[in-house]
């Protein structure tokens, strides 16, 4: 019985990882296209998030460092990167 519940509870929170892919994919690409911005302007990294407003700081950090996305930040980065390498 305690494995079935335990298949159960990995095999939602690998939905919800797919389910969230997109989303995820987006957020990387913007990081990635922020990243090329800040490099041509000259700012580094703890220049931008000290410029950022109090709320978005939160939301980065929840979006980068919640475990609960954990997986789908893995297979939105796979993604982004095997797409990259295809261009």
Known sequence: MG???TLW????YI???LILVPIQYNYIT???ETDKKLKELGLTK???YEKM???TQVLT???QGNL???GANLFATLLYNWKQQKN
């Open 30 to 32: 913007h990081l990635k």
């Open 46 to 48: 703890d220049e931008y």
């Open 53 to 55: 407003s109090f709320e």
């Open 9 to 12: 509870i990995v095999a939602a």
């Open 61 to 63: 950090f929840s979006v």
């Open 68 to 70: 609960l996305f954990l």
């Open 15 to 17: 939905l919800f990882s």
């Open 3 to 5: 494995l079935n519940i």
